[in-house]
């Protein structure tokens, strides 16, 4: 046998043997149909399971949203009461020191004469003050009124004198923690006490002696 020979009969041979280990067939493990309906069974469990953890993220998104959109809600009206508190008493430094000027009207229409001259010059002042009363009344203010007799509120009155018994007993029948002279009334701006009604208070001296003790 000649070498060419020999050495196409081996390319023959290792073309059959390659040839024969490629279509060789590969055996599939056969699936069982309970194994099938598991499989089937797991994926439907899954996908209920996505789909409830997705409805569940959406309520809790919307859940967000709204919490979101309600504290922005109250963040504007709390500004916007804050803004209209301060619009209400923009003005009350001015209005403060304009009832100055009102405690003065006071105590000038309160003067006693006999004097006509004087008498139509507080004619004209009692005019002014009424005009300025209506005027800064407009704007919020209103006067406090007291009266003799009425009951002592630390809250819209300044006590400016304590009286006690004497022994004439001119404050016999008065009850304790009265109010027996108004000196001056107070003014106050949109329920806002800005200047206490001055006031003279009768206290007997047991709770004059026994606010010392407390």
């Given at each position: 046998?000649?070498?060419?020979?020999?050495?196409?009969?081996?390319?023959?041979?290792?073309?059959?043997?390659?040839?024969?280990?490629i279509?060789t067939?590969?055996?599939?493990?056969?699936?069982?149909v309970?194994?099938?309906?598991?499989?089937?069974?797991?994926?439907?469990?899954?996908?209920?399971?996505?789909?409830?953890?997705?409805?569940?993220?959406?309520?809790?998104?919307?859940?967000?949203?709204q919490?979101?959109?309600?504290?922005?809600?109250?963040?504007?009206?709390?500004?916007e009461?804050?803004?209209?508190?301060h619009?209400?008493?923009?003005?009350?430094?001015?209005?403060?020191?304009l009832?100055?000027?009102l405690?003065?009207?006071?105590?000038?229409?309160?003067?006693?004469?006999?004097?006509?001259?004087?008498?139509?010059f507080?004619?004209?002042?009692?005019?002014?003050?009424?005009?300025?009363?209506?005027?800064?009344?407009?704007?919020?203010?209103?006067?406090?009124?007291?009266?003799v007799g009425?009951?002592?509120?630390?809250?819209?009155?300044?006590?400016?004198?304590?009286?006690?018994?004497?022994?004439?007993?001119?404050?016999?029948?008065?009850?304790?923690?009265?109010?027996?002279?108004?000196?001056?009334?107070?003014?106050?701006?949109?329920?806002?006490?800005?200047?206490?009604?001055?006031?003279?208070?009768f206290?007997?001296?047991?709770?004059k002696?026994e606010?010392k003790k407390n």
């Open positions: 046998m000649t070498k060419a020979k020999k050495d196409n009969i081996d390319n023959v041979s290792a073309t059959e043997t390659k040839d024969t280990t279509s067939p590969v055996t599939e493990t056969p699936v069982s309970e194994e099938e309906k598991i499989s089937l069974n797991k994926e439907i469990e899954l996908e209920t399971k996505i789909k409830e953890l997705t409805t569940e993220l959406n309520k809790i998104n919307s859940q967000q949203k919490l979101m959109l309600a504290t922005r809600l109250n963040t504007i009206k709390e500004l009461i804050q803004n209209k508190e619009i209400k008493y923009a003005n009350q430094k001015i209005i403060k020191d009832v100055h000027t405690l003065n009207f006071q105590r000038a229409l309160n003067f006693k004469t006999d004097n006509a001259a004087v008498q139509n507080l004619v004209g002042f009692k005019f002014i003050y009424e005009e300025l009363i209506k005027a800064l009344g407009k704007e919020g203010l209103k006067e406090i009124t007291a009266k009425d009951q002592f509120n630390s809250h819209q009155h300044e006590a400016v004198e304590i009286i006690n018994d004497n022994t004439n007993n001119a404050y016999q029948n008065v009850k304790n923690n009265t109010i027996v002279e108004v000196i001056a009334n107070g003014y106050e701006l949109h329920n806002r006490v800005i200047s206490t009604t001055k006031v003279k208070v206290q007997t001296k047991e709770e002696t606010t």
